[in-house]
């Protein structure tokens, strides 16, 4: 028996839903691009939780494999959303999701 | 695997096109990819010939049981071998300046990839896909070039295509729900829906309406493509799919569909009369003649479809070649309209002789391409009922009346006395020679062409079509 | 040797056109016109080397045209002596024409296309007439019509003439869609139109389908031979230049008609309903030509009237079964006809284009030539006894008598019109006193008396080629001496002496009816044509409008259902994300409550 596996695993659930429902509620909510971005770091990070339990409790540990890989898109992604922040921010000077509506077609 | 080069090659040539800015450079593109599509086009009409039928299939969705497979036979070839030749022409004919040339060509390409799978699809999953590919770069070539009114014109166009299409689909599903063995009333209610979306796209009247704007408001080579492949989709739908898997409802409702295509025969012949726009006449003649080839495809005897096939050849070439003589002078007048033309004949008398040969092979002089056509069709017709053969032939008459008034309107009379020079380039008279050659080779000399056709390469009926 | 000559006769006139076409640019003018003529008169002279040589009759196979399922159609010769005639009778007469035309059109720019289009109609009236089946006759018939549309409309700048091209080329096309129609019928019951085939099978058909096929002949036959109803363009293809009047809408497209029925005179034979309307629309085109003769003023609408007239009488002798006087009136006609022409075009070429009558007269001393070689030709075409044309119109009135009393009576009377109408032409152009005005009226080169010369020799010797068995000559030489002397006099005393014929026209109501041809051309134009066009026009105008209206409604409508559904797509993600959790939501709670 792992450390892991002393924890009940409702737990992890209950953690990862309550992380992934403030990552939502700040999607939602939050105007501001920064903030709407962490928060969807925020659901991935969730849903990594979970997997990563889930492996340790199945001992199956491709899941942990492909948490590396979401870890990896989500540092590219971050990187990518963070740079095209700048630059708008550099052409707009606000950095207010609504502000940024024209750029839909 | 060639037919999957055929079908491929078209849509990467596009992409390449796409990318292409300059108006020599994107032409020289176009002008490359057609005659290389050509080429392997007419080596598959030879491996053919070698091997009596073409075929590839590989496995795609596995899990719905979608296969990509490919197959032709004798008439499928012939339609493939026009959609090689049209936008040739389309392309060769090319000369005046556009804005875009490099989206143009790439969405002619484009338009010329999904003809060749539509030609080449041998289930009808991909019949309805391909069917619907090709509205769309023809959609986005009537929006983007063309006359004053062209964008009203694109979406007429794309919402008759799409409820045609609409039609078509709900027929496909019945068909694909009931496993190929669709019943009695089943198979009526599937021809009618069949029916429309045909009828729109070949156009039958009254579902013609789209038709003389977009002739009139297109680009001269996206109304070749039109005139020419586009509208031949929908007789190979009727023999393709209708014919096929509605069979009761052809025998059922033969008579009325020949007799739709009867009025439109008459109608599109009496509207030529009166037009007064070069295209637009070209498009009511257009009505009349493939309400005649869609009535005789009706008529189930092997000389009417054979006739049929072989004038849906004759007429690209014929329609080809009057719209490429329409943009002629209208690269060199300006103006399309009969009442501002005239006396171009003693310009150009290559240009009025190229002209006449036209008009005799469009209506049906004997030793062109037309006479073999439409005496087969007439015949067909005639097995139907000796009335039909006389009332579709009274387009002959008409169809002499309305391309002798053209002819008069503009090559003959005394015209302006500021009309310029028409020296014609070496692309258009070595391609309005080889249209003229052939209108004639053709009538001389069908039988190979008729030999392509032959009732036996298109009454195999082919199982896998119902996956 | 029967192979080569038939194909030299059909390859002669076509070499002669793709070589003037082709280097038509290069070619010096007189240069083309002489291979034109060098082609015919080898045509001519291959065609009655064969005449001449060949005793029996024979098919010569050339190719396949097509064979789709139980239709086929096979290119062919047929060589027999009815074809062997006609083809040198087309050569010769058409090579002589070839020759006059050289002179005629001189002076012309597109000569050399004149002459590459009078090769070519050469050339389709040969395949008319040695093809074996309806089909190649059909190719020779549609072509013979599309030359003549080139060369009336040959002089395309003037209006009108482009007009009457186009008129002559569409009704040509009505008489076509019957023959074709007969050509569908004989493939639907025989596969096939050769002759050999539907000549010994026809007559094993019902009546009724016969009287069907025959009269789809005799609507092709009426097309092409000007007749009643199908008449009107052949008066308005004299805007040709006179060559083309005399080679086509005289000597020989006008009569192809007759040798259609007469070729296929054994499927008429078992159509006595047919037969009949044959005879009737002969008899009343006669009539209505002679009738209309009478009062023309143009030289060569007289002519062509008086064409349409001889027309009837082909066609109605055909009718009731006098196949060969008939094809030897076609003959006769062919050379007086012709010679008649040629020596309008004189008169019109020395008056410098008029053509008016009125304006002509006492040409006889200053175009002497003319004047004989037009004399002659008036005696032949009235019929006087030692001329041609005595026989061939005897041949004819003779089975007529034979046939029926009514329709000799007013063949006869028609004869007496026809040489009134003839005498008339003659003594207002030669006789009486000089109206054309300060013209200098001057014969023709040489090159067109030449060819004049010797179709007056033919119109005079003609009647020798074929004298009729059975024959009323004795009495009616007698009536047709007092006949033509009663009306040349009456001609001569109102046309021939020095008056003023222009004050003397009556302007009755009769004359007004012949002066405007019965208004046929107007009530054609007012019942057919134009509640026609207008019908089309306001189909145009008014239905196609209601289908542009119903698109746009279509339009709307498909807009309408769209607009709810395009406020939803505001393009705020936001809006999007939070519409998915809902709907996420929704679906988790369905899935578990």
């Not at chain 2, 004639?440 to 199982?463: A, H, N």
């Not at chain 3, 010769?92 to 296309?113: C, E, F, P, T």
Request: charged share 10%.
């Amino acid at each position: 028996m792992t450390y892991l596996e002393t924890i009940p695993s409702e737990w992890y659930l209950i953690l990862s839903a309550i992380v992934f429902c403030i990552g939502l509620c700040g999607v939602l909510i939050r105007r501001n691009a920064m903030s709407v971005l962490m928060c969807i770091e925020m659901m991935l990070n969730a849903v990594m939780l979970l997997l990563v339990a889930f492996s340790g409790y199945y001992r199956d540990f491709s899941a942990q494999i492909a948490v590396f890989f979401i870890m990896i898109v989500a540092a590219a992604e971050v990187a990518v959303g963070l740079v095209i922040f700048s630059m708008m921010f550099k052409k707009t000077s606000s950095i207010d999701l609504d502000d940024w509506g024209h750029l839909k077609g | 695997m060639i037919l999957l080069g055929v079908i491929l090659f078209p849509f990467l040539s596009a992409i390449v096109s796409f990318f292409l800015h300059s108006e020599k450079g994107s032409k020289a593109w176009a002008l490359l990819s057609v005659f290389i599509e050509g080429f392997l086009v007419f080596f598959s009409a030879y491996l053919y010939s070698q091997a009596g039928y073409l075929s590839v299939e590989i496995p795609w969705i596995q899990t719905l049981g979608i296969h990509l497979h490919f197959g032709v036979r004798g008439f499928e070839l012939w339609m493939m071998i026009l959609s090689a030749v049209v936008p040739a022409m389309a392309v060769v004919s090319s000369s005046s300046k556009r804005a875009n040339p490099g989206s143009y060509y790439g969405l002619l390409l484009g338009m010329q990839g999904a003809l060749m799978g539509l030609f080449a699809c041998a289930n009808l999953f991909l019949f309805y896909i391909f069917w619907e590919l090709s509205i769309l770069p023809s959609f986005f070539l009537l929006m983007g070039w063309g006359g004053l009114r062209k964008e009203k014109t694109a979406v007429t166009y794309v919402v008759y295509s799409l409820a045609g299409s609409f039609a078509l689909l709900a027929g496909l599903l019945y068909v694909f729900m009931s496993g190929g063995q669709v019943s009695v009333y089943g198979q009526m209610g599937v021809f009618i829906l069949f029916f429309i979306a045909v009828a729109i796209k070949i156009p039958l009247w009254p579902f013609h309406s789209w038709q003389p704007d977009t002739y009139e408001q297109t680009d001269h080579a996206t109304t070749m493509m039109v005139a020419g492949v586009l509208s031949k989709m929908g007789l190979l739908g009727i023999l393709k799919v209708m014919l096929l898997f509605a069979p009761l409802g052809a025998v059922f409702s033969s008579d009325k569909v020949i007799g739709l295509a009867i009025v439109s025969i008459l109608y599109g012949s009496s509207l030529a009369l009166v037009q007064g726009h070069f295209k637009r006449v070209i498009a009511y003649s257009s009505l009349a003649h493939m309400g005649l080839m869609a009535a005789s495809l009706f008529s189930g005897t092997s000389e009417g479809i054979q006739g049929s096939i072989f004038q849906m050849g004759s007429h690209a070439l014929n329609v080809v070649g009057l719209i490429w003589i329409g943009h002629i002078i209208y690269e060199r007048t300006g103006t399309l309209k009969l009442a501002e033309l005239g006396g171009i004949r003693s310009r150009s008398p290559f240009l009025s002789a190229v002209f006449l040969v036209v008009i005799l092979g469009s209506i049906g002089f004997p030793l062109t391409n037309g006479f073999v056509g439409e005496t087969l069709m007439l015949f067909g017709l005639y097995s139907v009922h000796p009335l039909f053969a006389i009332l579709a032939g009274l387009s002959l008459v008409l169809g002499a009346w309305y391309m002798m008034r053209l002819f008069q309107a503009v090559m003959l009379g005394k015209g302006n006395s500021n009309l310029p020079e028409f020296n014609l380039t070496w692309s258009e008279r070595i391609g309005l020679g080889v249209i003229m050659v052939s209108i004639v080779g053709m009538g001389i000399f069908p039988q190979p062409f008729l030999d392509f056709v032959t009732p036996s390469s298109f009454k195999e009926s082919d199982s896998s079509c119902t996956q | 040797m029967m192979l080569f000559g038939m194909i030299a006769t059909l390859a002669f006139p076509l070499i002669g056109f793709f070589l003037i076409t082709l280097l038509g640019r290069v070619l010096p003018r007189p240069v083309g016109g002489w291979l034109a003529c060098v082609s015919v008169a080898g045509a001519f002279i291959s065609a009655g080397t064969v005449l001449l040589t060949c005793e029996s009759s024979a098919t010569i196979g050339l190719f396949n045209w097509f064979e789709v399922g139980n239709v086929s159609a096979h290119f062919s010769i047929l060589v027999d002596s009815l074809s062997l005639w006609m083809s040198v009778m087309i050569t010769g007469v058409g090579g002589l024409i070839h020759v006059y035309a050289l002179g005629y059109m001189k002076d012309d720019v597109r000569l050399n296309s004149f002459f590459a289009y009078f090769n070519l109609f050469v050339f389709f009236m040969l395949v008319l007439v040695l093809s074996d089946s309806f089909l190649g006759m059909f190719i020779g018939w549609e072509g013979v019509g599309l030359c003549s549309y080139l060369l009336i409309g040959f002089w395309y700048e003037t209006h009108a003439y482009a007009i009457a091209a186009k008129k002559a080329f569409v009704m040509n096309r009505i008489g076509d869609l019957g023959f074709l129609f007969a050509i569908l019928m004989m493939l639907f019951f025989w596969g096939t139109t050769q002759f050999s085939v539907v000549f010994i099978q026809g007559l094993g058909l019902g009546a009724g389908v016969l009287t069907a096929m025959t009269m789809g002949l005799l609507i092709g036959a009426v097309g092409k031979s000007a007749q009643i109803p199908l008449f009107t363009w052949l008066p308005d293809a004299m805007a040709g230049p006179t060559p083309v009047s005399a080679l086509i809408h005289a000597a020989t497209m006008v009569t192809a008609g007759v040798y259609l029925i007469a070729r296929s005179h054994v499927l008429f034979s078992g159509a006595p309903l047919t037969s009949l309307m044959v005879v009737g629309l002969g008899v009343a085109t006669a009539v209505f030509g002679a009738l209309v003769a009478l009062v023309q003023r143009d030289i060569k609408k007289v002519l062509a009237y008086s064409t349409m007239s001889q027309l009837g009488y082909m066609v109605s002798a055909a009718g009731f079964g006098a196949y060969s006087a008939a094809l030897f009136h076609m003959t006769t006609h062919a050379f007086f006809k012709a010679l008649l022409f040629l020596a309008a075009g004189n008169v019109i070429h020395g008056l410098h284009g008029e053509q008016d009558i009125f304006k002509m007269g006492g040409l006889r001393k200053k175009l002497p030539f003319t004047f004989v070689v037009f004399l002659i030709g008036t005696l032949a075409i009235v019929g006087c006894p030692p001329f041609s044309g005595f026989f061939s119109k005897d041949a004819i009135l003779a089975e007529a008598f034979a046939y029926s009393r009514t329709v000799f009576v007013v063949l006869c009377v028609v004869s007496v019109m026809s040489s009134f109408y003839m005498f008339r032409l003659l003594f207002l152009t030669f006789f009486g006193n000089a109206r054309y005005g300060e013209k200098h009226p001057h014969e023709g080169a040489l090159v067109m008396q030449i060819p004049l010369a010797i179709l007056a020799v033919l119109a005079t010797v003609g009647g020798c080629l074929d004298w009729p068995q059975e024959s009323i000559l004795t009495p009616v030489l007698g009536v047709t001496l007092v006949v033509l002397a009663l009306s040349g006099g009456v001609a001569y005393f109102i046309f021939g002496k020095q008056v003023d014929v222009l004050a003397k026209q009556p302007v009755s109501m009769g004359y007004r009816m012949l002066w405007n041809k019965f208004y046929v051309d107007e009530v054609y134009q007012r019942i057919i044509v134009g509640p026609f066009l207008s019908l089309s026009r306001g189909l145009n105008q008014y239905f196609e409008i209601f289908l542009g209206k119903l698109d746009v409604v279509s339009l709307r409508s498909v807009r309408w259902v769209g607009y709810p559904f395009k406020k939803m797509q505001d393009g705020n993600s936001g809006t999007y994300i939070l519409v998915m959790t809902v709907g996420i939501l929704c679906l988790l709670v369905g899935l578990f409550l």
